[in-house]
């Protein structure tokens, strides 16, 4: 692996950026933290839903017109560091396996006349950027509810493409 894309490297990037991966993520559901699925020469790798948490608990607010959007951001930006973490999870703690990002959707408790979705999940769009910096920019959604779990100010899942590996035998998924 080169140092741009080695096994710690994306972690030492956040860490330069002021942010660190949180512990993998428990399910609070049946449900796993991530899917895999063999594609021709790599693995498809889906994060389940990540809500915004710091150290286990929830980051709670509404995105409301005209209100400052910094804890927004920063809501976002945590729960992406939480789908980060699963998806290392998936890659055995190896970031430097992931080829590509390529989907971002960010789901935010926001009012009905809300408008400014694709500023407040820019919080996640950073933590992507600061990882994987040689990447292109995933596609990306933004897409604004009325709850979330635990009343949580934002859920971010993450898709991406993997390296080629053998799943685990009977299912691509992880199971606690």
Request: include cysteine.
């Amino acid at each position: 692996m080169d140092g741009l894309n080695g096994p710690d490297a994306a972690a030492s990037r956040l860490a330069a950026a002021g942010w660190r991966l949180p512990a993998p993520p428990v399910p609070r559901g049946a449900y796993a933290p991530y899917h895999l699925a063999s594609l021709h020469g790599a693995t498809l790798v889906c994060v389940s839903g990540q809500a915004s948490r710091r150290d286990g608990m929830p980051i709670v607010g509404v995105c409301r017109p005209g209100a400052d959007l910094a804890m927004a951001r920063t809501a976002c930006a945590q729960a992406a560091l939480s789908a980060l973490s699963a998806l290392r999870l998936a890659c055995a703690g190896d970031l430097g396996r992931i080829r590509a990002v390529l989907q971002l959707r960010g789901y935010l408790r926001s009012e009905a006349d809300f408008e400014e979705h694709s500023a407040v999940l820019d919080g996640a769009s950073q933590v992507l950027e600061a990882a994987f910096p040689h990447m292109p920019r995933p596609a990306r959604s933004a897409i604004g509810v009325t709850s979330l779990p635990g009343r949580c100010w934002a859920e971010i899942e993450i898709s991406a493409l993997l390296e080629d590996c053998t799943l685990p035998r009977g299912a691509g998924a992880a199971k606690e």
